[in-house]
Protein backbone atom coordinates (compact mmCIF):
# COMPACT_ATOMS: atom_id res chain seq x y z
CA UNK A 1 0.00 0.00 0.00
CA UNK A 2 1.41 3.50 -1.10
CA UNK A 3 0.95 6.56 1.47
CA UNK A 4 1.35 9.03 -1.86
CA UNK A 5 -0.93 11.36 -2.52
CA UNK A 6 -1.68 13.48 -5.66
CA UNK A 7 -2.77 16.95 -5.39
CA UNK A 8 -5.73 17.72 -7.82
CA UNK A 9 -5.60 21.39 -7.38
CA UNK A 10 -6.86 23.94 -4.59
CA UNK A 11 -5.66 21.60 -2.18
CA UNK A 12 -7.12 18.70 -2.77
CA UNK A 13 -5.72 14.96 -2.75
CA UNK A 14 -6.04 11.75 -3.83
CA UNK A 15 -4.52 8.38 -3.11
CA UNK A 16 -2.12 8.12 -6.29
CA UNK A 17 -2.19 4.32 -5.47
CA UNK A 18 -6.28 4.15 -5.86
CA UNK A 19 -6.64 5.71 -8.69
CA UNK A 20 -7.31 3.48 -11.75
CA UNK A 21 -7.64 6.29 -14.63
CA UNK A 22 -7.39 9.53 -15.42
CA UNK A 23 -9.58 10.68 -18.69
CA UNK A 24 -10.64 13.13 -20.61
CA UNK A 25 -14.20 14.40 -19.48
CA UNK A 26 -15.81 15.06 -22.92
CA UNK A 27 -16.46 11.74 -24.36
CA UNK A 28 -20.10 10.41 -24.54
CA UNK A 29 -19.00 7.70 -21.98
CA UNK A 30 -17.01 9.36 -19.59
CA UNK A 31 -20.16 11.59 -19.52
CA UNK A 32 -22.30 8.88 -18.84
CA UNK A 33 -20.22 7.48 -16.40
CA UNK A 34 -20.14 10.78 -14.11
CA UNK A 35 -23.91 10.89 -14.35
CA UNK A 36 -24.23 7.59 -12.92
CA UNK A 37 -21.63 8.09 -10.13
CA UNK A 38 -23.71 11.66 -9.66
CA UNK A 39 -26.72 9.24 -9.17
CA UNK A 40 -25.28 6.71 -6.45
CA UNK A 41 -23.48 9.68 -4.78
CA UNK A 42 -20.28 8.86 -5.40
CA UNK A 43 -19.37 11.91 -8.13
CA UNK A 44 -16.77 14.09 -6.24
CA UNK A 45 -16.80 18.20 -7.83
CA UNK A 46 -12.83 18.89 -7.03
CA UNK A 47 -12.94 21.88 -9.53
CA UNK A 48 -14.33 24.83 -7.00
CA UNK A 49 -16.53 26.24 -9.95
CA UNK A 50 -13.93 25.99 -13.03
CA UNK A 51 -14.54 23.86 -15.93
CA UNK A 52 -13.51 20.35 -15.52
CA UNK A 53 -10.70 19.70 -17.50
CA UNK A 54 -10.19 15.93 -16.42
CA UNK A 55 -11.79 13.13 -14.70
CA UNK A 56 -10.07 10.50 -12.18
CA UNK A 57 -11.58 7.21 -11.86
CA UNK A 58 -10.82 6.04 -8.48
CA UNK A 59 -10.24 2.41 -7.18
CA UNK A 60 -13.46 2.78 -4.71
CA UNK A 61 -15.62 3.59 -7.58
CA UNK A 62 -15.68 7.31 -6.96
CA UNK A 63 -15.43 9.72 -10.35
CA UNK A 64 -13.89 13.18 -9.29
CA UNK A 65 -13.75 16.33 -11.19
CA UNK A 66 -10.22 18.10 -11.25
CA UNK A 67 -9.92 21.52 -13.10
CA UNK A 68 -6.76 20.56 -14.47
CA UNK A 69 -5.70 19.03 -17.39
CA UNK A 70 -4.72 15.56 -18.21
CA UNK A 71 -0.89 16.58 -18.80
CA UNK A 72 -0.58 18.27 -15.29
CA UNK A 73 -2.57 15.53 -13.73
CA UNK A 74 0.01 12.40 -15.05
CA UNK A 75 3.18 14.79 -14.75
CA UNK A 76 2.24 14.86 -10.98
CA UNK A 77 1.53 11.25 -11.06
CA UNK A 78 4.52 9.81 -12.85
CA UNK A 79 6.34 11.95 -10.74
CA UNK A 80 5.18 10.09 -7.70
CA UNK A 81 5.94 6.80 -8.91
CA UNK A 82 8.68 7.63 -11.18
CA UNK A 83 7.13 6.72 -14.34
CA UNK A 84 7.75 7.80 -17.71
CA UNK A 85 5.16 9.70 -20.24
CA UNK A 86 4.99 7.07 -23.13
CA UNK A 87 4.19 10.47 -25.61
CA UNK A 88 8.00 11.64 -23.88
CA UNK A 89 9.66 9.09 -25.60
CA UNK A 90 8.06 9.15 -28.93
CA UNK A 91 7.99 12.47 -30.30
Do not use: C, W
Not at 32 to 42: D, K, Q, V
Amino acid sequence: MSNFLLNIGHSNVVAADKIISIVNPNSEPIKRLRSEASERGLLVDATQGKRTLSIIVMSSGHIIESFLGLKALTDKFNAIFGYKNYEDDHH
